[in-house]
């Protein structure tokens, strides 16, 4: 669970998406970025016939006081890695501002 939602749920959301734009879950998995547990969900979408490559898409789900927060990426294959470390970068120092104001006083 995360903030109170199980990661079925959040995995059933991504599903959704995915059937959605005619793509598929791959993998999921619990992670501890910088401290911080994060769900991650990996999934594909396939190359069209208009051109647009195979897509890899990586859905973040973390808790921050008691609130879920998501990040979503997709890019082309020859980028995902880059893609990956920069959104686990933004993950790692993300605060949102309430977590500030309370920070400061």
């Known amino acids: 669970m995360l903030g109170g939602v199980s990661f079925s749920d959040l995995r059933r959301t991504v599903i959704d998406?995915?059937?959605s734009t005619g793509g598929w879950?791959?993998?999921?998995r619990q992670?501890?970025?910088?401290?911080r547990r994060v769900?991650?969900?990996?999934?594909q979408t396939p190359a069209t016939s208009d051109g647009k490559p195979e897509q890899v898409w990586n859905?973040?789900?973390t808790e921050i006081d008691g609130r879920i927060y998501s990040l979503t990426?997709?890019?082309?294959g020859s980028f995902t890695e880059k893609l990956a470390a920069?959104?686990?970068?933004?993950?790692?120092?993300?605060?949102?501002?309430e977590s500030n104001r309370r920070a400061a006083k």
Do not use: C, K, W
């Open 31 to 35: 992670r501890e970025i910088h401290g």
């Open 59 to 61: 859905f973040y789900f």
């Open 86 to 97: 920069d959104a686990e970068l933004f993950l790692s120092n993300f605060r949102p501002m």
């Open 73 to 76: 990426t997709h890019t082309a």
């Open 17 to 19: 998406r995915m059937i």
């Open 25 to 28: 879950v791959v993998n999921d």
């Open 39 to 43: 769900f991650q969900v990996i999934a």
